[in-house]
Structures are given as C-alpha cells and as structure tokens.
C-alpha cells in the first residue's frame, strides 16, 4: 500500500521569503510520480509541479521546486519570493507508474504573511 | 476548451434524502475518477469509470454509494438516504487514457452538506 504523510499541518511564511513543505511517501514499487497541487480557498485543485522517480534532477516549475530525495523517499515543495496568492492548502500525492490513481497527504495550510 | 465542470457546487441535504453529484470530464476524455476529501483529510480515491463501465470501486463504501457514466451526458454519483458523515467535498477528474503520471486536471468539487 502506498502512504503520503505531510507532517506539518500548517505553515507560515513572509511575503518575498522562501518555504519549504515537507512530504515523506512510502511506495514498494520502482517506478512512480510525485505531485504537490494547490487547493486554494476556491478548493479548486491544481497540480504544481511533479517529479518523475526515475530523474534524478529536481522539477522546477517558475518559483516552485522540489527537493526530491528517492533514498529518504522524502519530496519537498520549495515556494521562492512566497506571494499572497500562494496562500492555500498544498497537498502531496504519489502514483505509481500505470496507475491511474493518486495517493494524497493530508495536506500542509500555507499562510502568507504581508 | 471547457475544463472538467461540476454541479452543483454546493448541495444540502437532510438525513435520508439522496444526493446527486454531476461531473461533465474534459471534451473527448472517457476515463473519469471521483475522490472524496473529508474535513481536515486529503482527497480519497473512491471509484473509476470509463463509458458505460465500472472499472474499479474499491475505495466506494459497500452501502449507500453508487456511480454511473452513461453513454450520453455526465458521471453521476449518487448517495441515497445520506448521514452526517458523508458531508465532505467530492472531485472528478477525467483523462485520455487511464494512466496519472501527468496528474490529472480537477474539477471545482461540490461540497455536500448533510443536516
């Protein structure tokens, strides 16, 4: 069975600063993606950034990117000059390879402090 | 294009009514998932359908709970003679093929509320 544990129910961080969500996965199989989606208020969910296990350079998507450490099974989200409409619930999620479905964490509530 | 649409966005039910959740996929997609997200809880798998087909039910609770995606018009999961804890946000998304690697694109949820 796959498991995604985000361990921090919420976070805060500075308009212009740096963060970084954490996220550990569990998964037996070889093969598999990574995602981080925002939900914010409007709980519309929309997907981030995502990881493919099988590279090993780091996804970046603007300034979004992730630490991807597949030994530690460890993925974090790294928001770079956090802006107010980064505020939002940030959910990680894994899937195997084929699969058609998506494991979530519980997700971490960003605050972005002006 | 039309993303993935959902209706109603909010739904309010008492106890023991049914409720009806839509879901249109994206224009051309065949494969449609939906997902539950209790209070405090991240989205949950429940139940994966093609045209006219179930393929995979296994995260639907076994009583109350049922999905259709008919030929013609939109996914529908209905919950007859709801309680108090099937009050939660529920998402469909939809893909071209049956495979998440790309993740897939949500649509807006509707939120159930059992009074």
């Known amino acids: 069975a796959q498991t995604v544990t985000q361990s921090q129910p919420e976070m805060s961080v500075q308009e212009a600063e740096t963060v970084t969500l954490s996220c550990t996965y569990d998964?037996?199989?070889?093969?598999?993606?990574l995602f981080w989606y925002k939900q914010p208020p409007s709980r519309q969910m929309i997907l981030v950034i995502r990881?493919?296990?099988?590279?090993?350079q780091n996804a970046t998507e603007n300034r979004f990117s992730v630490n991807f450490q597949k030994a530690a099974k460890s993925f974090s989200l790294k928001i770079s000059d956090s802006q107010l409409g980064d505020a939002a619930m940030y959910f990680c999620?894994?899937?195997?390879?084929?699969?058609?479905?998506?494991?979530f964490g519980k997700g971490t509530k960003l605050s972005v402090i002006p | 294009n039309a993303g993935v649409m959902q209706n109603p966005r909010h739904l309010v039910r008492r106890r023991g009514q049914e409720a009806r959740l839509r879901c249109s996929p994206m224009k051309g997609h065949s494969h449609v998932y939906w997902y539950r997200q209790l209070p405090e809880e991240g989205l949950k798998f429940m139940v994966y359908?093609?045209?006219?087909?179930?393929?995979?039910e296994s995260g639907m609770p076994k009583e109350r709970f049922s999905a259709e995606f008919p030929k013609e018009g939109p996914s529908i999961l209905r919950i007859q003679q709801v309680v108090r804890g099937d009050s939660a946000a529920y998402f469909c998304?939809?893909?071209?093929?049956?495979?998440?690697?790309?993740?897939?694109?949500f649509g807006s949820g509707t939120r159930l509320t059992v009074v």
């Open positions: 998304a939809s893909s071209l093929v049956p495979d998440s690697h790309y993740g897939y694109t």
């Open positions: 990881q493919e296990a099988y590279k090993q």
């Open positions: 998964t037996s199989e070889s093969d598999y993606y």
């Open positions: 359908l093609q045209k006219e087909n179930i393929i995979d």
């Open positions: 999620a894994q899937s195997g390879a084929g699969s058609y479905q998506l494991t």
